[in-house]
C-alpha cells in the first residue's frame, strides 16, 4: 500500500488567500491531494499564482449565485469519475466536488464538502439538515456499490462540547445545536470514522475555526467544525491525522489526513 496525505482547507476566498500568499506551503507539503472550499469563485477566477507546482486533476465547482460558497479539489491521483454531486447540492451553491479513484485493492469515493451554514435563518439551518441527509444517503449507496468512503471538508458543526471553545455559551448556536450534533452523531453511527478523533482521543483545544473578533485565535477560542471522515473499512489504514494550526490566512486552518491505501 502506498501512503498518501490528504490536505483539505476553508480559505475563505481563494483569491484573498492568493493575495496574500498564503498557500504556497504546499508546494514544499508533499500532498496528494488538496480540497479548498469556500472559494467564493469560479473555476476561472482561481488565480495560477496560489502555488507554483501543478495538478493534473483540478476540479472546481462554484455557485450559481457569485461569490458565494465554491469549492475546488488539486491533486495527481488519476479519478475514473467526478461529479459536483447535483443530488445533495440540489440549489447548485456549489458545495462538492467527488471523485473516485482505484488502488491497489480498493475504489474509493473521496468528497470535498462545504456543508451549509445555518445561521442566518431557519431557512436555512432546515436546508442545512436537509442537505446532511442527502450527503448521508449518497454515501450509504456508493457503500452498497462496494466504494470505500473519504470526507473532507467544512462540517459547519461542532460535535462533542471538547470540540469548542464555549459550549455552555454555544448551546442555542446553529453549529451547536442538538440536532445538528445528532445528525455526527447519525453519520459516525452509520459506519464512519472521525479520523482526528481516532488518532487523538479526547485531547482538548483542538480548534480548526476562529472568529476574527476578541483575539479568539491568539486566544485559542475556537470551534473544530472541519473533519476528515472515512468509512470503517479504513479505519485500519489511517496513520495519522492533524490540525495544521500554524497555517494563517484563512478563519479556519487546514486538517490533514494521512492514509494508506
Same mark, same amino acid.
Given at each position: 500500500?502506498?501512503?498518501?496525505?490528504?490536505?483539505?482547507?476553508?480559505?475563505?476566498?481563494?483569491?484573498?488567500?492568493?493575495?496574500?500568499?498564503?498557500?504556497?506551503?504546499?508546494?514544499?507539503?508533499?500532498?496528494?491531494?488538496?480540497?479548498?472550499?469556500?472559494?467564493?469563485?469560479?473555476?476561472?477566477?482561481?488565480?495560477?499564482?496560489?502555488?507554483?507546482?501543478?495538478?493534473?486533476?483540478?476540479?472546481?465547482?462554484?455557485?450559481?449565485?457569485?461569490?458565494?460558497?465554491?469549492?475546488?479539489?488539486?491533486?495527481?491521483?488519476?479519478?475514473?469519475?467526478?461529479?459536483?454531486?447535483?443530488?445533495?447540492?440540489?440549489?447548485?451553491?456549489?458545495?462538492?466536488?467527488?471523485?473516485?479513484?482505484?488502488?491497489?485493492?480498493?475504489?474509493?469515493?473521496?468528497?470535498?464538502?462545504?456543508?451549509? #451554514?445555518?445561521?442566518?435563518?431557519?431557512?436555512? !439551518?432546515?436546508?442545512?439538515?436537509?442537505?446532511?441527509?442527502?450527503?448521508?444517503?449518497?454515501?450509504? #449507496?456508493?457503500?452498497?456499490?462496494?466504494?470505500?468512503?473519504?470526507?473532507?471538508?467544512?462540517?459547519?458543526?461542532?460535535?462533542?462540547?471538547?470540540?469548542?471553545?464555549?459550549?455552555?455559551? #454555544?448551546?442555542?448556536?446553529?453549529?451547536?445545536?442538538?440536532?445538528?450534533?445528532?445528525?455526527?452523531?447519525?453519520?459516525?453511527?452509520?459506519?464512519?470514522?472521525?479520523?482526528?478523533?481516532?488518532?487523538?482521543?479526547?485531547?482538548?483545544?483542538?480548534?480548526?475555526?476562529?472568529?476574527?473578533?476578541?483575539?479568539?485565535?491568539?486566544?485559542?477560542?475556537?470551534?473544530?467544525?472541519?473533519?476528515?471522515?472515512?468509512?470503517?473499512? !479504513?479505519?485500519? #489504514?489511517?496513520?495519522?491525522?492533524?490540525?495544521?494550526?500554524?497555517?494563517?490566512?484563512?478563519?479556519?486552518?487546514?486538517?490533514? !489526513?494521512?492514509?494508506?491505501?
Amino acid at each position: 500500500m502506498t501512503k498518501y496525505k490528504f490536505i483539505s482547507w476553508n480559505v475563505n476566498g481563494i483569491r484573498a488567500v492568493d493575495r496574500k500568499e498564503a498557500l504556497k506551503w504546499v508546494d514544499e507539503a508533499n500532498i496528494d491531494l488538496l480540497g479548498i472550499q469556500e472559494t467564493k469563485s469560479t473555476k476561472e477566477q482561481i488565480p495560477n499564482t496560489i502555488f507554483d507546482r501543478e495538478y493534473k486533476t483540478v476540479f472546481a465547482s462554484q455557485s450559481a449565485i457569485k461569490g458565494r460558497s465554491g469549492t475546488a479539489l488539486f491533486t495527481d491521483i488519476e479519478p475514473f469519475f467526478q461529479s459536483n454531486c447535483p443530488s445533495v447540492d440540489i440549489l447548485d451553491e456549489g458545495r462538492i466536488n467527488e471523485i473516485h479513484f482505484e488502488t491497489t485493492d480498493k475504489k474509493i469515493a473521496f468528497f470535498n464538502v462545504y456543508f451549509p #451554514n445555518g445561521q442566518s435563518k431557519e431557512e436555512r !439551518l432546515t436546508y442545512k439538515m436537509e442537505f446532511y441527509d442527502r450527503f448521508l444517503e449518497h454515501c450509504e #449507496n456508493l457503500k452498497k456499490e462496494g466504494l470505500s468512503i473519504i470526507v473532507c471538508g467544512d462540517v459547519n458543526t461542532a460535535h462533542t462540547e471538547i470540540d469548542l471553545a464555549r459550549p455552555k455559551a #454555544n448551546e442555542e448556536t446553529s453549529g451547536f445545536l442538538p440536532m445538528e450534533r445528532e445528525w455526527i452523531t447519525k453519520f459516525l453511527e452509520h459506519g464512519y470514522i472521525d479520523t482526528f478523533r481516532h488518532i487523538n482521543g479526547e485531547e482538548p483545544n483542538n480548534y480548526s475555526w476562529w472568529s476574527y473578533r476578541a483575539n479568539a485565535r491568539a486566544n485559542n477560542v475556537g470551534w473544530r467544525i472541519d473533519y476528515f471522515y472515512v468509512s470503517e473499512d !479504513l479505519k485500519e #489504514n489511517i496513520v495519522n491525522a492533524y490540525i495544521m494550526g500554524e497555517i494563517m490566512g484563512s478563519d479556519h486552518c487546514p486538517i490533514a !489526513l494521512e492514509i494508506k491505501l
